[in-house]
Every structure is written in structure tokens, then in C-alpha cells.
């Protein structure tokens, strides 16, 4: 007897298992898993929405992305300084060591060539982000160095605070550093103004003090924050400075020169400090629209600039989240935290 033809639409597909589907069946199954995959509609490069680093072996206390937005460094108390690629499996390519202590804070130049890193080893160590080389290091704190930052402009100009009450002004073309300013109490976040002729810096005395390079003095302190400040971030085009405080605020401030004697133009709160006093830091997204903070109850706070409105609060961390960065040109965000991970995560 002769079997009918089969279209090939009736044709019975037997899986793995053993079991006959019917085509039809397997198609639609198809389907519903592409539509799982897919998920909420993306907003960036990433592999998935939220990528999971991890690999130091202590807390992580900074996190920036290169200027070119593919790679990443990151660092913290196992004095490492880890570099991972943010896009694909977001692997960890390269491991710079030479720090004695732990690593505070972390800066790229403007151009991405150079990494600085300042560290409890009361040293700032300059590495070329290419070939991971240190190429210099800069001696002549007597304590902790808990914060540096690179001039956006001119000569290979980085400012850095301490705890042993001083603000210095290298230049890494030269031994030693060019200029110091006595402070009276430990600096824990500095910052160099838009065109790099002040330096501001805040600390443990809760004021920010503004420093002109040229007259090698303080020119005025910027008064409000109730408790020590341990972040500080200028904003892109260089207006306002953006300051995380242990008083559980963070403000802006209008750092432009002869702006009205109240320079604090804006409150925000969510975030907080707790008992274990971490520098928390704090940062503005590319176009200024965006602030982040660190924070101690493990949340990455995420806010409107105009509108003081928490737009994010994201969960993840299983310790206080101490650094968060906006990635410079896609919206993601990057934070580190005392759980010793890193996530990068895609906001809308």
C-alpha cells in the first residue's frame, strides 16, 4: 500500500527527547522564547540589562569608565586596580598593581591615556591606561591620600587631598608637587574648577574650600553641609559643582565666578552615610540632566537635576554602594560597593 504524501507542514519533528511535536507546536514555542529573550525594550550596548563584575578580593571603593566609554577601571581595598570591558561579557583584561595600600579614588585624564589612583599609601599612582605601566609616582603626602583629579585642560596638572590636612598641586612632568595649601583638618574630595586655575576641595570641617592657583590662596569657602563631605564632582560644562555629604544630602553649587553669595542652588536627599563612614562618592551624567550618589544602605540613588525627583533606586549590592558613574555616552550606570562586585545597569 501506498502511503499518502506529507505536505511538509504535517511533518512530525522529534526532538531530543523522543517525543513526536507536531511543527506548528515547535514554531510557537520558538516564538515565546524569542519573546522571553527580547524582555523589556533596551536602552544601550550592553549584553543584558544588568551585568554582574566581579573578581576584587575586597570592598570597592572607586569605579570610572574611560572617556571612550568601552572600557572600564576599578579598584578598592585589595589594592588592585582592575580593568574590564564593557561591552560583550564584560571580562576583566587587565590587572594593574603597585599600590602599598588601599586605593581611594580613581581618574582618567581627559583623553583616556592616563589612569590616577590615589591611595592609603600616601601615594598617587600615574599609569599609563594603554600598556597598564605605572609610569610615575608621586611622593610627598605624610598620610593618606583619599582623593585625586586631573585638569581638564593644559599641562598633565592632577590636584590631590590627604589626611594629612594638605591640597597639592602636581604636575607630572615634574618631582615633587608644584604647590601645597595648608588646610587645618583631613581633605577628603578635591576638584579642579573648568579652566583648572582653583582647586576645591572639602573635608572633615564640612566646608568647600575654593583655592586660585595664581594667587596661591583660599578665595572663599562654600558653607551648608552639616557633616563631613566626602564626594565632589564638577558638572560637564563646569558651572556647578555637585557635593555628597555625611549630613545625608547632596547639593549643587554655582561655582562660576561673581554667582550671588548663596551658592548652594539645590538640595537632594535619599541617600545615606552610616557608622562605617565610607568616601562616598558622587557624579553628574554626560549631558547634566542626571546626578548619582553613593550610598550606605547598599542602594544606587540615581536623581533629576531639575526636578530633585529620585528617578532610580536600584537594589543589587549586599553592601554600601561607595561609587556610582554614568557612562559618557549611553545611559548606564556603573557602581561599586563593599560587597566587592561591580554592576553596570541600563537606565531609560
Known amino acids: 500500500m501506498i502511503e499518502p504524501k506529507k505536505r511538509p507542514g504535517d511533518m512530525a519533528v522529534v526532538p531530543a527527547g523522543g517525543v513526536k511535536r507536531p511543527r506548528a507546536e515547535l514554531v510557537a514555542a520558538a516564538q515565546s522564547q524569542q519573546l522571553v529573550a527580547m524582555g523589556p525594550p533596551r536602552s544601550s550596548s550592553l549584553q543584558a540589562p544588568i551585568m554582574l563584575m566581579c573578581g576584587h578580593e575586597g570592598e570597592v571603593y572607586c569605579c570610572k569608565f574611560h572617556p571612550n566609554g568601552a572600557t572600564l577601571a576599578s579598584s578598592g581595598y585589595d589594592r588592585l586596580i582592575l580593568m574590564w570591558n564593557v561591552y560583550g561579557d564584560c ?20 583623553d583616556g591615556s592616563l589612569l590616577f589612583s590615589a591611595s592609603t599609601d600616601k601615594t598617587v599612582g600615574v599609569w599609563d591606561s594603554e600598556t597598564g605601566e605605572r609610569i610615575k609616582r608621586l611622593k610627598g603626602h605624610t598620610s593618606f591620600v583619599n582623593s585625586c583629579y586631573p585638569a581638564r585642560r593644559g599641562p598633565q596638572l592632577v590636584c590631590t587631598g ?44 564640612n566646608d568647600i574650600k ?45 561655582v562660576r565666578p561673581f554667582a550671588p553669595k548663596e551658592r548652594c542652588v539645590k538640595i537632594f536627599q535619599g541617600n545615606i552615610h552610616n557608622f562605617e563612614k565610607n568616601l562616598l562618592r558622587c557624579s553628574w551624567s554626560a549631558d547634566g540632566s542626571k546626578i548619582a550618589a553613593g550610598s550606605a544602605d547598599r542602594f544606587v540613588y540615581v536623581w533629576d537635576t531639575t526636578s530633585r525627583r529620585i528617578l532610580y533606586k536600584l537594589p543589587g549590592h549586599a553592601g554600601s554602594v561607595n561609587e556610582v558613574a554614568f557612562h559618557p555616552e549611553e545611559p548606564i550606570v556603573l557602581s561599586g560597593a563593599s560587597d566587592k562586585r561591580l554592576y553596570m545597569g541600563e537606565i531609560q
Not at 581611594?104 to 585624564?109: A, D, R
Not at 581633605?187 to 576645591?200: C, M
Not at 563631605?229 to 555629604?245: A, D, H, V
Request: proline share 0%.
Open 91 to 110: 571580562d576583566n583584561f587587565a590587572t594593574l598593581k603597585g599600590h602599598s595600600g588601599a586605593v581611594m579614588e580613581l581618574h582618567y585624564n581627559t
Open 162 to 205: 590627604s589626611d594629612d590636612g594638605t591640597v597639592k598641586l602636581w604636575d607630572v612632568r615634574k618631582k615633587g608637587a608644584v604647590h601645597t595649601f595648608q588646610n587645618t583638618y583631613q581633605v577628603l574630595a578635591v576638584t579642579f574648577n573648568d579652566t583648572s586655575d582653583q582647586i576645591l576641595s572639602g573635608g572633615i570641617d
Open 210 to 254: 575654593v583655592w586660585d592657583l595664581r594667587q596661591n590662596k583660599m578665595i572663599y569657602g562654600m558653607h551648608g553641609h552639616g557633616d563631613s563631605l566626602t564626594g565632589l564632582c564638577l558638572s560637564s560644562e563646569g558651572s556647578y559643582l555637585l557635593s555628597n555629604s555625611m549630613d545625608n544630602t547632596v547639593r549643587i553649587w554655582d
